[in-house]
């Protein structure tokens, strides 16, 4: 039995694929037009009561939330492909302490700025220039957060790649591609290298190749 | 060795780690932080915490921050000791992980911003954005009422024991009900009624209440 993915396409479903490269879990996905409202359709909303991706459907047990399925197969699969939760509890601690970085600071104003530039004519409404202008310069601060960071560890959790790193790359893949704003990575030294680092491992680039930008 | 817990015992995401402490029966001293003061934009709680936010842990040489990394890493340092926090199986935890990342993402920053609009502000003298707080308000009606359907089916959000998932509502729900005037809610509910019953009235968190001397 094939665990299911549902929105390949999309941005938060790609945790979950890049995940299962890395732990070498095989699977299948399950297209969902985001354009058209399938997100809201009944049946899935009966999948994912707040009408997001990414779900995953694994014979009877359902699991909706990125960050929650990436730690359950992570742990799940444990022994196989690459260790991405640290080997003790206070490695782990530290992917946790990172990983949530990513979910309140990181995501919040990239999201914001994928939402506004990228999607927003798709959608149907105006780009606000003014939210993207903030979106920018709280980003901003938070990678100088992270410039600080990766001057004293290779990776955000340690000197090992694990799940906290990984949560950052369908984003951050917008921010320097179709979105433009490659400045922002480039322009600081640490997290430069991080990034062409983490982006080049066989994992990400399957995905791109398998799952290009719906657009 | 005790664990430091930095933040003001008022705040709500020191109360996540206090609270889950608390249940694990783990030794715990504050370290007040003073917000007013801007403490936390300090060079030095800047090391400690760098995007100068509330909680941060040090227990001995070890040191954390953001509170739902905090109260996972006790919750499992602490496994066999207390009520198990975690789930029963890798997927009664995921469970707990889905309705963590839940409360992170769909209800936390509802509750924060009402509660600043209509509680946080008004006490430091200033305005609130009433109609702000109103578009939270409604929202928050419509993640209850998915909690609502979801506790119709399940004693706690994770299944049938008290879990993180709970816990983690905690601080966030009682801000609501007693110093934003939103009890409505809650008590419009039954199911959520329910269960706000029965976690608001566990021993820790009742603990925990007399600490902070609401």
């Known amino acids: 039995m094939v665990v299911k993915v549902y929105g390949p396409a999309y941005a938060s479903p790609k945790r979950v694929l890049v995940c299962f490269i890395?732990?070498?879990i095989e699977f299948e996905t399950v297209p969902l037009d985001l354009l058209?409202?399938?997100?809201k359709d009944p049946e899935f909303l009966k999948l994912q009561p707040f009408g997001t991706v990414?779900?995953?459907e694994d014979g009877d047990y359902i699991l909706f939330e990125s960050r929650a399925i990436m730690r359950y197969y992570a742990e799940k699969y444990k022994s196989q492909g690459t260790d991405l939760l640290g080997k003790t509890i206070e490695e782990r601690g530290q992917v946790e302490n990172w990983l949530e970085v990513e979910a309140h600071s990181y995501n919040p104003p990239i999201y914001?700025?994928?939402l506004q530039i990228l999607f927003s004519s798709k959608l149907g409404f105006p780009c606000d220039e003014n939210l993207v202008k903030e979106s920018e310069e709280k980003l901003a601060k938070v990678l100088d957060v992270y410039e600080e960071k990766l001057s004293k560890s290779k990776y955000l959790a340690g000197d090992?790649?694990?799940?906290a790193d990984l949560s950052h790359l369908p984003f951050t893949q917008y921010l320097v591609g179709k979105m433009g704003k490659e400045y922002m990575i480039?322009?600081?030294?640490?997290v430069s290298a991080w990034w062409d680092d983490i982006s080049s491992r066989p994992s990400w680039q399957k995905v791109l190749q398998l799952y290009p930008v719906p657009f | 060795m005790v664990v430091k817990v930095y933040g003001p015992i008022m705040a709500a995401c020191p109360q996540r780690v206090m609270a889950c402490l608390l249940e694990k029966d783990v030794e715990f001293e504050i370290v007040h932080v003073d917000l007013e003061a801007e403490e936390h934009k300090t060079s030095d709680f800047l090391l400690r915490q760098p995007f100068g936010q509330v909680p941060a842990i040090e227990d001995g040489d070890f040191k954390l921050f953001e509170s739902r990394a905090i109260i996972r890493y006790y919750a499992a340092k602490y496994e066999e000791r207390g009520p198990n926090l975690l789930g029963n199986s890798l997927e009664g935890r995921a469970l707990v992980d889905q309705w963590l990342e839940v409360e992170a993402h769909n209800f936390n920053d509802l509750v924060y911003t009402l509660v600043l609009q209509l509680v946080v502000l008004p006490r430091m003298g200033k305005h609130g954005d009433v109609v702000l707080a109103r578009s939270c308000e409604q929202k928050l009606e419509k993640v209850f009422d998915i909690y609502e359907q979801r506790l119709s089916n399940a004693t706690y959000l994770a299944g049938d024991s008290f879990t993180l998932a709970d816990?983690?509502?905690?601080?966030?729900i009682r801000y609501l009900v007693n110093d934003a005037g939103m009890g409505h809610l809650v008590a419009e509910r039954k199911h959520v009624n329910a269960w706000w019953e029965a976690i608001s009235n566990r021993s820790a968190w009742k603990k925990l209440m007399k600490l902070v001397n609401y």
């Open chain 1, 54 to 56: 990414p779900v995953t």
């Open chain 1, 112 to 114: 914001t700025l994928t």
């Open chain 1, 160 to 163: 090992f790649f694990s799940l």
């Open chain 1, 186 to 190: 480039r322009s600081r030294k640490h």
């Open chain 1, 22 to 24: 890395e732990k070498e």
């Open chain 1, 36 to 39: 058209k409202g399938e997100h």
């Open chain 2, 167 to 172: 816990l983690s509502h905690l601080p966030g």
